[in-house]
């Protein structure tokens, strides 16, 4: 599921709404979006000058600050001891998604002999757990951390190809470290870890978790992930690997021994009717989509009629607007195959991802720190927004950022990077990940300025995105309409 996007090509569009600011005509990745976003993007980059996230960010990292140069110490030799030891076991003990439960159990204990206090089994999803340690100081911002677990789904077997293996062991290195400064230095706050099972299936944990109010409280996210570069986001909407629906066609037809198939009604014959009528759709739909499908199920046995059939698809696209015209037109493909064939069909749309919230404070802040510790493949210029977690639900309630420091040669869902989190190159950019969050947890826990830049800018980036929606409404009425 968490693969992120390639950069968008620097090209010339023509016939676009003028976008005043030139840093931010490539915030969006489609020429709709980008001309439905203009008054909005011109709107976050009157948020950016005003709070000024990049000279901000390099204050915060660059200025002598002892307790913090303490802390950042500390998690990296948190790292090298226990957690790169805890990050190689998961990786050589994968488990997919909703099944992670050697992993969870060993995280558990590990946060309990650190005096977390861990709840497992939250939104009633047996791996997903919330670990909590508050400050004998007292009440104060709660710093959250998400850690995934879960392998990719293979044809050989699970393996850990997205270094989910790491994340978990990233985020407890930072948070002891940061737990040991706010002990001995008498400050006050909360640090959580947010165990969140299942990143790659269907339906998204951390949908599930949000809805069931599981977030609620925490001030600031911070998450890591594997990367094939070092490189920041700019503020703005977006969402990693496009927005999805995950969307199930169960085709029921009536069984039949094939001798009298004409008794039957194939539901496997509905189901490749539609599968090839989704093939026959990809030409009516702008080039960005993304369109991926299997047949899960088709049948018991050659000589009998299927009477079930199962064909699986994620539906994806850049903006959410469009992507729901094409999931209506897939839609009604099925409904066809199905009275083409004398069958039924049941539409279960399992899954949804929508563009979530990027905040430059948080990415120049993380930045500004991959740049100190000495990061290697920095890609100098901001990317196209991509929220943080890969609902993008999540970043429209709490301010987050996650980080990305290049750890992997390889490409995303690869053994190849499965062998880099496994080395040297993946255990150097984990060290630096629990590096970098604590640093900007830091800096959101001591430093008023800098959250109240945070908050800010999280409330006027949330404030503008129903504007952004409906600007891409606008643009695509004369081409699709609007249901």
């Known amino acids: 599921m968490s693969t992120p996007l390639p950069r968008t090509p620097r090209i010339a569009v023509s016939g676009l709404l003028v976008i005043a600011l030139a840093q931010t005509a490539w915030a969006q990745t489609?020429?709709?979006?980008?001309?439905?976003?203009?008054?909005?993007?011109?709107?976050?980059?009157?948020?950016?000058?005003?709070?000024?996230?990049?000279?901000?960010?390099?204050?915060?990292?660059?200025?002598?600050?002892?307790?913090?140069?303490?802390?950042?110490?500390?998690?990296?030799?948190?790292?090298?001891?226990?957690?790169?030891?805890?990050?190689?076991?998961?990786?050589?003990?994968?488990?997919?998604?909703?099944?992670?439960?050697?992993?969870?159990?060993?995280?558990?204990?590990?946060?309990?002999?650190?005096?977390?206090?861990?709840?497992?089994?939250?939104?009633?999803?047996?791996?997903?757990?919330?670990?909590?340690?508050?400050?004998?100081?007292?009440?104060?911002?709660?710093?959250?951390?998400?850690?995934?677990?879960?392998?990719?789904?293979?044809?050989?077997?699970?393996?850990?190809?997205?270094?989910?293996?790491?994340?978990?062991?990233?985020?407890?290195?930072?948070?002891?470290?940061?737990?040991?400064?706010?002990?001995?230095?008498?400050?006050?706050?909360?640090?959580?870890?947010?165990g969140t099972p299942a990143e790659e299936v269907g339906p998204p944990a951390k949908?599930?978790?949000?809805?069931?109010?599981?977030?609620?409280?925490?001030?600031?996210?911070?998450?890591?992930?594997?990367?094939?570069?070092?490189?920041?986001?700019?503020?703005?909407?977006?969402?990693?690997?496009?927005n999805i629906n995950e969307v199930k066609y169960v085709f029921t037809g009536r069984p039949s021994h094939q001798l009298t198939s004409w008794n039957g009604r194939n539901a496997l014959s509905a189901a490749v009717r539609f599968y090839t009528s989704v093939d026959g759709l990809r030409s009516t739909f702008r080039p960005e989509a993304s369109i991926q499908g299997v047949i899960p199920e088709g049948g018991i046995a050659p000589n009998v009629v299927p009477a079930r059939a199962v064909v699986d698809y994620y539906i994806r696209y850049p903006d959410g607007i469009y992507l729901e015209h094409i999931t209506r037109m897939i839609d009604n493909a099925a409904r066809g195959a199905a009275l083409a064939t004398g069958t039924t069909v049941e539409i279960n749309r399992y899954g949804e991802y929508r563009d979530g919230v990027t905040l430059g404070t948080l990415e120049e802040a993380w930045f500004a720190y991959a740049r100190k510790l000495g990061a290697p493949h920095l890609e100098l210029e901001p990317q196209r927004p991509a929220g943080y977690e890969e609902t993008g639900g999540v970043s429209h309630d709490i301010p987050g950022v996650g980080i990305s420091v290049f750890s992997s040669r390889g490409s995303y869902h690869t053994h190849e990077m499965l062998a880099d989190g496994l080395g040297s190159v993946g255990h150097r950019a984990f060290r630096m990940d629990a590096q970098i969050m604590a640093g900007v947890l830091y800096h959101f826990l001591t430093d008023t300025g800098f959250r109240k830049s945070v908050q800010e800018e999280h409330r006027a980036l949330t404030g503008l995105f129903s504007q952004y929606q409906e600007n891409l409404r606008q643009a695509y009425v004369s081409e699709i309409g609007m249901p």
Do not use: N
């Not at 109010?213 to 969402?239: M, N, P, Q, W, Y």
């Open 30 to 194: 489609t020429p709709t979006e980008r001309a439905a976003a203009g008054p909005v993007l011109q709107a976050i980059d009157s948020v950016q000058t005003r709070l000024a996230p990049s000279a901000q960010a390099t204050r915060l990292a660059t200025r002598p600050d002892a307790a913090r140069d303490r802390i950042l110490e500390r998690a990296g030799a948190i790292w090298d001891g226990e957690m790169q030891t805890l990050s190689d076991h998961i990786g050589r003990h994968p488990e997919v998604g909703w099944k992670e439960f050697q992993s969870v159990d060993t995280l558990v204990k590990v946060l309990r002999h650190h005096g977390f206090s861990v709840e497992v089994g939250v939104a009633r999803l047996e791996t997903a757990f919330v670990a909590t340690w508050d400050s004998p100081a007292g009440a104060g911002p709660v710093l959250g951390l998400i850690g995934e677990y879960d392998a990719l789904r293979d044809t050989e077997g699970p393996f850990h190809g997205d270094q989910h293996h790491a994340q978990t062991p990233i985020v407890i290195a930072a948070a002891v470290a940061l737990q040991e400064y706010l002990t001995t230095a008498k400050v006050a706050g909360t640090v959580r870890i947010y």
């Open 207 to 242: 949908s599930i978790m949000r809805d069931a109010g599981v977030f609620k409280g925490a001030d600031i996210l911070i998450r890591s992930h594997s990367s094939t570069e070092t490189s920041r986001a700019r503020a703005g909407f977006g969402i990693c690997c496009l």
